[in-house]
């Protein structure tokens, strides 16, 4: 009898230690399954470190110095809103159907296994790029300190590589362990970089100047770029969706981690429901508060440096480190940048463990080589890690380049990656709903439901579709100073990734003559069954337990629990 992916009998011998799971490993070449070993405070904590990253602390400044704080604050607000109907999409059909492939598994069902085999690599590419750019983010925090001249950034991305690497293989449970208080740790430091920004913005601290908005008003709220005038100002800001996209990629990541996660069926929704309070508190509000602290034209911003500029670590690669020196508080920049290194740590980590399980899921649907889709006795997919590992080995291009420019290309790159998978997924729940509507299923049988439904579907997918063409306007517009210099380098990061993906789809196709997915024929319940009696097992154990040990754990379920 064929093996489903989701078996109540394999994921109980696994975590109970059975002799038959044990004699597994890397060793026997049926040894594919995961543990669900991540507890719903792990997931919606890694959901959290997703939305805390490179893109909101470091990213901010390069949109800040090219565009202006009222740009960001538009863009990043509006992005926030395109980033929550993809999510509510995604939470639909993970809520209904906790495949262990994740989104990939659901276009594949939905819509076409060519979409499915597409989605999967270009989510792997994304992640893969993802690892050395957090890892370039990291020689550039430090740089801070210690400028490159003195020591090889080389030196900080492998000690970075090794402890990443490491947590990685030490198995989902460590993992998310790990991952779960680093990432209060996150919380904890983003929630008081809003707290301190809004005393600064008042005048409270040591300068006692109160700054309000003075900078929306000197230098100015709106920058140039390209040219000047009002459509100088709409190109800066239309500059902005690259970062602000950038900033939000990997709050989806809640659709990998359904495959080991406890009770999907009310962790996943839970974690998709507060995001948009996540979106709203630690991103529009701390941007809108640094654009008040920090001018655009600030010499302490790096990316506002000149290449010539020679004291590159006399510059903050994120711009709440110059909100504080700017505001002469001594010390705390330090303590801060620390903060923001450990922080690009954490997205490291997360992302080359998203990066192991998208091929992993890719190999078990047969899309990927077979030896990808082995575990070791533990659940760690071994050969899977060591690919996305190897491939992160891209981070040592900082050797020989500028940090800056680096990350400028690791960002356009993952960004082109990470819009083609928000579009993929709001495709696959167009599909979905299409398929439940002429299946009879109706709406009071989904475990959650997208607010705003198809309709917001459409509309996010048509605003993806036109930032990914228009994102890196500016490659096709010479400024008077490069004038018939053409920008080939910012081009093929920009755009590579959509003749790839439209290739991938066509080459599928072709090679396998795969067909869509009529909505009569798509497969809504494979599985189902399965999960039904694993969530009703789960909860039947987790009542006893809770029965057990009523009064113990109070504290954590009265005052801590309901924020994550």
Request: overall charge positive; hydrophobic content about 50%.
């Given at each position: 009898?064929e093996?489903?992916?989701?078996t109540q009998?394999?994921?109980t011998?696994?975590?109970s230690g059975?002799?038959?799971i044990?004699?597994g ?13 991540l ?9 959290i470190?997703g ?10 400044g390069?949109?800040?110095a090219?565009a202006?704080?009222?740009s ?15 999510m ?12 262990p492939?994740g ?6 069902r ?11 690599w ?14 370039t983010?990291g ?47 996150k919380?904890i430091v983003?929630?008081?970089?809003i707290l301190?920004?809004f005393?600064?913005m ?5 300068d006692h100047?109160r ?8 230098p ?8 000047e005038?009002p459509?100088?100002r709409?190109?800066?800001?239309w ?11 990997g709050?989806?990541l809640?659709g ?8 999907p069926?009310k ?6 429901k507060?995001?948009?309070?996540r ?13 008040t ?8 911003l790096?990316?506002a ?10 510059a ?14 001594p010390?705390?920049?330090?303590i801060?940048n620390a ?11 997360s992302d080359?463990?998203?990066a ?33 590992s ?12 500028d940090s800056r420019v680096?990350?400028?290309?690791f ?7 990470g819009?083609?998978t ?9 599909y ?5 509507k002429?299946q009879g299923v109706?709406e009071s ?5 997208a607010p705003?439904?198809?309709?917001g579907?459409y509309f996010?997918?048509g605003?993806?579709?036109?930032i ?6 500016d ?21 590579l990734g959509?003749?790839l993906?439209?290739?991938m789809i066509?080459g599928?196709?072709i ?6 997915v009529?909505?009569l ?5 494979s599985?189902?069954?399965e999960?039904d009696?694993e969530?009703?097992a ?17 504290f ?7 924020l994550?």
């Amino acid at each position: 009898m064929e093996k489903s992916e989701y078996t109540q009998n394999t994921v109980t011998k696994t975590l109970s230690g059975d002799p038959e799971i044990q004699r597994g490993g890397l060793n026997d070449p049926n040894h594919v399954e995961l543990t669900r070993a991540l507890k719903a405070r792990h997931i919606t904590m890694i959901a959290i470190g997703g939305a805390i990253g490179t893109g909101l602390i470091i990213g901010t400044g390069e949109a800040l110095a090219k565009a202006g704080p009222g740009s960001i604050l538009i863009s990043y607000a509006w992005v926030g809103f395109i980033v929550y109907l993809v999510m509510c999409a995604l939470g639909e059909m993970a809520a209904w159907l906790p495949l262990p492939s994740g989104f990939t598994g659901y276009a594949v069902r939905f819509v076409d296994p060519a979409l499915g085999f597409t989605l999967g690599w270009t989510y792997w590419f994304k992640y893969i790029i993802l690892s050395p750019n957090q890892m370039t983010a990291g020689a550039l925090v430090i740089s801070y300190w210690i400028p490159a001249e003195k020591i090889n950034p080389g030196v900080w991305i492998t000690i970075f590589l090794v402890l990443v690497v490491a947590i990685n293989y030490f198995g989902v449970k460590f993992f998310g362990e790990f991952e779960f208080w680093l990432s209060s740790f996150k919380v904890i430091v983003i929630l008081g970089i809003i707290l301190l920004s809004f005393i600064l913005m008042l005048g409270g601290g040591p300068d006692h100047d109160r700054k309000g908005f003075r900078y929306w008003k000197n230098p100015g709220a709106f920058n140039h770029y390209v040219m000047e005038g009002p459509s100088g100002r709409f190109l800066a800001f239309w500059s902005t969706m690259v970062s602000a996209t950038f900033a939000y990629l990997g709050t989806e990541l809640v659709g990998v981690t359904v495959g080991e996660a406890q009770n999907p069926r009310k962790t996943i929704p839970k974690a998709i429901k507060l995001t948009f309070y996540r979106i709203l508190v630690f991103y529009v509000l701390s941007v809108l508060l640094v654009g008040t602290l920090v001018p655009y034209n600030s010499p302490k911003l790096l990316f506002a440096l000149g290449d010539g500029n020679k004291a590159k670590g006399s510059a903050a690669a994120s711009p709440f480190v110059v909100a504080i020196e700017l505001a002469n508080i001594p010390i705390l920049s330090h303590i801060l940048n620390a903060c923001i290194l450990l922080f690009v740590f954490s997205a490291a980590n997360s992302d080359l463990y998203i990066a192991t399980r998208t091929i992993y899921g890719l190999a078990r649907e047969g899309k990927a080589p077979k030896i990808f889709a082995r575990t070791d006795a533990r659940g760690v997919p071994v050969p899977a890690l060591a690919i996305s590992s190897l491939i992160a080995l891209l981070a040592y291009m900082n050797v020989s380049g500028d940090s800056r420019v680096v990350f400028k290309y690791f960002v356009n790159l993952v960004t082109i990656f990470g819009l083609l998978t928000w579009i993929s997924i709001l495709v696959t729940h167009i599909y979905f709903v299409r398929a439940r509507k002429a299946q009879g299923v109706p709406e009071s049988e989904l475990a959650y439901k997208a607010p705003f439904g198809v309709a917001g579907s459409y509309f996010a997918l048509g605003f993806c579709i036109l930032i990914s063409l228009t994102k890196n306007y500016d490659v096709f517009i010479h400024k008077p100073a490069t004038y018939g210099n053409f920008d080939y380098k910012n081009f093929i990061t920009a755009y590579l990734g959509i003749p790839l993906y439209l290739i991938m789809i066509a080459g599928y196709k072709i090679v396998t003559k795969s067909k869509g997915v009529h909505p009569l024929e798509a497969d809504l319940f494979s599985g189902k069954d399965e999960i039904d009696r694993e969530e009703a097992a789960y909860l039947a154990a987790k009542e006893a337990d809770a029965e057990r040990n009523k009064d113990s754990g109070w504290f954590y379920r009265k005052f801590v629990s309901w924020l994550f």
